[in-house]
């Protein structure tokens, strides 16, 4: 695709995240999205499946997700019902803590962690991009989430070479919650995500190409 990003995100960024996903979609490109099921995970899931509900959603479940997060992505999965594609690790989390010792951390065995990260978030997205050969990536992430994403825009070229759409880049915390009480969203409220030590570190997968 030949496009002038920032004559584009010039434009975008007044529009609401509505008109941005059906922008994506006037493309005619081969589009998914993505969900993790974190907190409030559910704006993204609501606004794909109102506007393309046929968008494959990639789920990349790493096996660590806590309860109650599966108990809410059960619950929108019925409620919204996202064309949602599932994958998982080739290794299940029992035989890989086993192997690793549990879950590294990235501060004392950096390079054991990088492989840990690649295992169960980079391979199994790997393996959905190769399946789904996506043009087009409709993502959840805001501008205020971490250090990385300041330098992003509503649109940017991902190290694969597939066009990132962020439609909430420019929400605010106080934006998608009143989001998800107007729409009366579930959202779980424990969340782990085993690549991070923190909410404001990247998990590698939008850093990798």
């Not at 794909?48 to 494959?56: F, G, R, S, W």
């Not at 929108?76 to 019902?81: H, V």
């Not at 295992?119 to 959840?140: S, Y």
Request: with cysteine; net charge negative; hydrophobic share 40%.
């Amino acid at each position: 695709m030949d496009l002038d990003l920032n004559a584009l995100n010039a434009e975008l960024r007044n529009k609401s995240a509505a008109d941005i996903i059906r922008w994506a979609v006037s493309l005619g490109e081969p589009i998914m999205g993505s969900t993790s099921f974190a907190p409030n995970a559910a704006v993204m899931l609501k606004l794909i499946t109102d506007i393309a509900p046929e968008m494959p959603v990639v789920w990349a479940d790493s096996g660590y997700n806590v309860p109650d997060t599966y108990r809410v992505a059960e619950q929108l999965i019925k409620q919204l019902k996202p064309n949602l594609k599932r994958y998982i690790p080739e290794i299940t989390a029992e035989h890989r803590n086993a192997i690793m010792g549990g879950i590294p951390h990235p501060d004392d065995n950096p390079e054991l962690h990088k492989e840990f990260t690649r295992q169960v978030k980079l391979e199994p997205f790997n393996r959905a991009f190769a399946d789904l050969a996506p043009k087009i990536w409709v993502t959840g992430i805001r501008k205020e989430e971490t250090a990385f994403r300041q330098n992003l825009d509503v649109l940017s070229w991902d190290g694969r070479g597939i066009l990132k759409v962020a439609p909430l880049f420019y929400w605010t915390e106080a934006d998608v919650l009143a989001f998800m009480s107007e729409h009366s969203l579930p959202s779980a409220k424990h969340y782990f995500d085993p690549t991070k030590v923190a909410e404001n570190r990247e998990c590698g997968l939008h850093t990798s190409a």
